[in-house]
């Protein structure tokens, strides 16, 4: 699968938006970019996925860059509870999904 | 969306017992499921790929014979830690595909302690 790149950490103030980048320079026509997010000690949560459009759902918007090399979430007006891991993964459906180390993103009030 | 529910979401097991970990999806016949594994401040690991009516196929360094998995219906996958050692603590996690969808979903996890 291709593999991602994604920022360590992020901080972002409450009420504000969040953008968290991804790189997938490696990324094949058939994969898809998947967004999910872990709050500590739960399973992984779906955000939102796309191909090369751009995607919004009430969570949060998916911008992916016309090469599709990188994609930004974003949450548009971060609160207290949007504190958790976000894993970029590019998956083209049917096996396991493979997960970085993802962003740890902590919200402040 | 979808629900995939683990049973149980925390238990804590003797060295040398063996713990059975339950993976259901409740509203759809799941394909495929998967068992992942994860250690405090660290990242999802696969430990196996389990497809109904078939044997498991397990990751390299992953103990086939200590974690048995078991896919007997299109709604219930069953991960048996045997043995169970301080080292296998662990949070783990399943997931479910729906045949042609584009999402996998996930339990909630189980945490297990081995004391």
């Known amino acids: 699968d291709a593999k991602t790149t994604q920022p360590t950490s992020m901080d972002c103030a409450e009420g504000r938006a969040a953008n968290l980048p991804c790189n997938h320079s490696?990324?094949?026509?058939?994969?898809?970019v998947y967004w999910y997010r872990q709050i500590h000690s739960q399973g992984p949560q779906y955000i939102i996925h796309?191909?090369?459009n751009n995607e919004t759902n009430e969570m949060a918007s998916l911008i992916i860059t016309e090469d599709r090399k990188s994609s930004t979430l974003i949450l548009p007006h971060a609160t207290l509870r949007d504190t958790a891991v976000y894993y970029c993964?590019?998956?083209?459906?049917?096996?396991?999904?493979?997960f970085g180390k993802g962003t740890s993103l902590l919200v402040t009030p | 969306g979808a629900v995939v529910s683990q049973h149980p979401s925390w238990v804590i097991c003797k060295s040398g017992t063996s713990v059975k970990i339950e993976c259901r999806s409740l509203?759809?016949?799941?394909?495929?499921m998967f068992w992942y594994r994860q250690f405090p401040k660290q990242s999802l690991m696969l430990m196996a790929t389990?497809?109904?009516?078939?044997?498991?196929?397990?990751e390299q360094g992953v103990e086939k014979d200590k974690f048995l998995i078991n896919h007997a219906s299109l709604t219930l996958s069953t991960l048996t830690v045997t043995s169970a050692h301080p080292e296998d603590s662990s949070f783990y996690i399943c997931?479910?595909?729906?045949?042609?969808?584009?999402?996998?979903?996930f339990g909630q996890g189980t945490r297990l302690t081995v004391v």
């Open positions: 997931s479910a595909l729906r045949q042609g969808d584009t999402e996998a979903f």
């Open positions: 490696t990324i094949s026509g058939n994969e898809y």
């Open positions: 796309g191909l090369k």
């Open positions: 993964i590019v998956w083209g459906g049917g096996y396991a999904l493979n």
């Open positions: 509203d759809f016949q799941a394909t495929t």
């Open positions: 389990s497809n109904e009516g078939s044997k498991a196929t397990y």
